[in-house]
């Protein structure tokens, strides 16, 4: 199962909106199949190692990282296949969160007198699509919020300038961030004092060439929340490619559609109504959402309590009393500080990255 959660990582990139998902087929003690789902549409983890195992799968264990599927979506039931490729028991992670399988694929198995097992490295597999896994359950995307601080917790100075705190090694390090994400989304401040673009860029993300040629393949949708629709279309974040603007008031929606982009208004009180947009994106089929933004829409995600993940990365620097503040949450009490749990922290070449998840109350 190890194996096959290696096998699986190698779709971080590229399996959207389908889940990261790899199997190993084991006969007599020896590998004599192996694969990973690669892209939606194309053949799932199971149908690459059978071919692989082709009648060495007779009689042979079958190791999933997920259940194997049970519909006809845009590719035959997995489940089908490896019942009729006489395989003789199937080990797997977890259950597939996806209503039109959740556990019809392990009970067509049973049914055709094959051993099932399931959760086996559970905690593991459900790492590899925390998106898929919320989506499937709720409707909803996974909210990721990179932010990068000086060691005294501030982002930008007051001139607005936040470019380049963190070094070359954590910049990738985001680069890859995006690249395995559904969504990536700013604000207009942002985008107007950065010039920032969000886009993946194959060179930069220290890929095998094979994954990154797939990573671009299938990029992630950019998403610009400007209620007032301040940025220009001539912006560099236009010009980088189509993109979605979550806004107050579509009537210019024509204009921004014959430059490529779409608009969706989506208003609350004078502000973008985050639940809703995320609702929209989850409808779309985003999985795992990157939010990258300065330290008010940052705030405004913690504040509604939408972070599900903060990527958290700090450079060796004091940029001072006068900089900018990592979030604008304004708290008055200890009793009202948000507790996150740290779940790893590493040194990312010259900087050091913290991942933490907010604690549930
Ligand atoms: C598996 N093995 O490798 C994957 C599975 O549209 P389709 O046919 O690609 O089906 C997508 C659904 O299949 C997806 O929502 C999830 O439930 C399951 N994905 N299942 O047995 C795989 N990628
Ligand atoms: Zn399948």
């Given at each position: 199962m190890a194996r096959a959660l290696q096998l699986a990582r190698q779709g971080l990139y590229s399996t959207d909106p389908n889940p990261r998902v790899g199997c190993v087929i084991v006969r007599d003690g020896q590998v004599v199949g192996e694969g990973w789902h690669q892209r939606a549409g194309e053949p799932h983890a199971e149908v690459h190692a059978l071919r692989m195992a082709g009648d060495r799968a007779r009689g042979a264990t079958a190791y999933v990282t997920l259940e194997p599927c049970s519909h006809h979506g845009r590719t035959p039931p997995c489940a089908d296949a490896l019942v009729k490729a006489g395989v003789a028991r199937v080990v797997a992670a977890m259950q597939d969160p996806n209503p039109q399988v959740g556990g019809r694929g392990l009970q067509r198995l049973r049914d055709a007198g094959i051993d099932v097992v399931c959760g086996v490295l559970e905690a593991e597999a459900r790492e590899l699509n925390p998106g898929f896994i919320k989506r499937m359950e709720g409707g909803l995307p996974f909210v990721r919020i990179k932010l990068a601080m000086s060691l005294?917790?501030?982002?930008?100075m007051t001139s607005g300038?936040?470019?380049?705190?963190?070094g070359p090694a954590a910049r990738a390090d985001v680069q890859r961030l995006r690249a395995r994400s559904s969504v990536v989304l700013s604000g207009a401040d942002t985008v107007l004092v950065?010039?920032?673009?969000?886009t993946v860029r194959g060179e930069e993300l220290g890929l095998e060439p094979s994954l990154a040629a797939l990573a671009l393949q299938r990029p992630p949708l950019r998403v610009l929340i400007d209620g007032r629709l301040?940025?220009?279309?001539?912006a560099p974040f236009f010009q980088a490619g189509p993109a979605l603007v979550a806004t107050?008031?579509?009537?210019c929606a024509a204009r921004y559609r014959a430059a490529g982009h779409e608009l969706l208004a989506l208003a609350g009180h004078?502000?973008?109504d985050l639940p809703a947009l995320l609702a929209a994106l989850g409808a779309r089929g985003a999985n795992e959402v990157l939010v990258e933004a300065g330290p008010r829409l940052a705030g405004a995600f913690a504040a509604q309590g939408l972070v599900d993940e903060y990527r958290i990365y700090f450079a060796a620097k004091l940029l001072g009393s006068s900089a900018r503040p990592l979030l604008e949450l304004p708290l008055e009490?200890?009793?009202e500080a948000r507790e996150l749990r740290i779940l790893d922290m590493r040194a990312v070449g010259d900087d050091w990255r913290i991942t933490a998840q907010p604690v549930a109350h």
């Open positions: 005294d917790g501030r982002t930008a300038e936040s470019q380049w705190i963190t950065d010039k920032a673009r969000l301040r940025v220009p279309l001539e107050l008031d579509d009537t004078e502000r973008v009490r200890m009793a």
